[in-house]
């Protein structure tokens, strides 16, 4: 049996990452930094085949400025 990665659903939430890389303009995710620990929480078996969501990386940010203005 073999199972086909979905490259077009966010590795950690699954939702769709609205990747459009293979597009004549580029996509949004060629322009953008990934921050290191938002790549390291996407598993082995999907790093480098799909996408995090721009959902996930603002998420991320927004959560790292709340926790820094805390501090």
Do not use: F
Not at 19 to 43: D, H, R, Y
């Amino acid at each position: 049996m073999t199972s086909k990665i979905d490259d077009s659903i966010c590795p950690l939430c699954q939702q769709n990452n609205c990747c459009n890389v293979n597009a004549s303009s580029g996509c949004w995710c060629m322009n953008s930094q990934v921050p290191e620990a938002l790549l390291a929480k996407v598993p082995t078996h999907l790093k480098g085949i799909t996408c995090i969501c721009n959902a996930c990386i603002r998420g991320y940010l927004q959560q790292q400025t709340l926790s820094h203005s805390a501090e």
